[in-house]
């Protein structure tokens, strides 16, 4: 996904103001290659992924509890997942909302699916994110890793 | 009279593209005689340098064979590559007739006033990409670029930088040779 023009100038201007010395070292000498291997290392944000699946969910559920669910409740999980063939995209509320009308509070599934749903965010995708970032709220990507050298050039030169 | 029965390769007077103030390399580095300008000084990742316009002759060979001569101020990963471009013109006068907003003069490459460089060098023709080895200054690297036929008297060289590091920040040691690729027939 291309960045628009006020997106790398926040880019550019994250890595001018980082005064972390792995990124001021590399700004340096312009070790474009270094920034974006540093910009792609995981932070302590956890953001919501977009996109889980049916391999990863699978192994997220326990049968017993889909063994008990009345029709409705089969329902909503048959269509948030398409009868189990779909990625699920966990940044979007409604889908977490049905994962929830599915499986009820206290079950094991439903807190392995919402744990499943997050992950750690890189720097590049801190940088853009929207949210609390906690592992209890966790915050919504705008824009995807891994970011590479030619945006992190791109951005330096350019904006 | 008798029908010819060879073709040889004779090569001609080679054009030496580097920097005026700088250039100044050992002899092992040495692609030759510098003739025309490029400052590929620090030349950053994901941008891209454009050269003076180059006067390949009234009468020029069919085909160059271009090499390069590249320093990198950190080393940069086996395969990646500087991309070289060239700007056909058919005009003498720096600003005139050159295509994807190439200037005819050494200085940055931007592209044209409303696209990228990645967009605007669709415009120019592709020469060859010059594939890195992960050695940084003071090793020189030194790489067969391609080979091309311009279709005009004059153009420019661009070279953009996707190596994911600087170019050296001096260009003591670097430069492009374009070396003239004379058919000669023999009987």
Known sequence: ?159 | MALPDTAVVQVGTQIVLADTTDYSPTAANNLGTRTDQIDLTSLANAAARQSAKVDLGASRAFGYNVMAALEFAVAPGDGVTVDFYWAPSNSATAGTNNPGGVSGSDAAYTGTTGSTIDESVLQLQYIGSFSCTNDATTAVQIAQVGTFAPQERYGSMVVYNNAGQALHSDAVEMSISITPLDYVVID
């Open chain 1, 1 to 159: 996904m291309s960045l628009t023009n006020a997106q790398y100038t926040t880019l550019a201007n994250h890595i001018r103001a980082n005064i972390e010395p792995e990124v001021v070292a590399a700004l340096a000498i312009r070790n474009d290659t270094e920034l974006a291997k540093l910009y792609n290392l995981d932070t302590d944000f956890y953001v919501w992924k977009t996109s889980i699946t049916p391999d990863e969910y699978r192994s997220a559920m326990v049968w017993t509890e889909v063994d008990t669910l009345n029709a409705g409740n089969a329902r909503i999980w048959e269509w948030v997942t398409n009868y189990f063939t779909g990625n699920l995209d966990a940044s979007d509320a409604n889908v977490r909302q049905g994962i929830a009308d599915a499986f009820g509070a206290g079950t094991t599934t439903r807190a392995n699916l919402l744990e499943l749903g997050k992950k750690l965010a890189s720097l590049y995708e801190e940088v853009f994110a929207t949210g609390t970032g906690t592992e209890a709220t966790p915050g919504t990507m705008v824009l995807q890793g891994p970011v590479t050298t030619k945006i992190i050039g791109k951005a330096l030169n350019e904006y």
